[in-house]
Nanobody, 116 residues
């Protein structure tokens, strides 16, 4: 069974920074990433990284501000979020996937709140 443990998040003012971390277990994964859901909105892809090559992908709205990276521990990633904006507010969820799809398992989510 896939297990996802997320940490980090919190409340900051616009322009501030936060770091999220996620550790996954349960099987071998090809990629890990983060999705977010703002109040009243649908879940949105934010970023992902392939665990073998480290290739990264970002939604346009966070390019140049967010950085996803692999941690030393197996199946662990961090998301450094700089220059945060109020529109980054939401619950951030860690997800894992194989070579073609994201698994349906979600982490518990961590709240990120950015005030103007």
């Amino acid at each position: 069974q896939i297990q996802l443990v997320e940490s980090g998040g919190g409340s900051v003012q616009a322009g501030g920074s936060l770091r999220l971390s996620c550790t996954a277990s349960g099987r071998t994964f090809f990629m890990m990433g983060w999705f977010r859901q703002a109040p009243g909105e649908e879940q949105e892809f934010v970023t992902s990284i392939t665990l073998d090559t480290g290739h990264t992908f970002y939604v346009d709205s966070v390019k140049g501000r967010f950085t996803i990276s692999k941690d030393n521990a197996e199946n662990s990633v961090s998301l450094l979020m700089n220059n945060l904006k109020p529109e980054d507010t939401g619950v951030y969820y860690c997800r894992v996937g194989n070579t073609r799809n994201w698994y349906s398992r979600w982490g518990q989510g961590t709240q990120v709140t950015v005030s103007s």
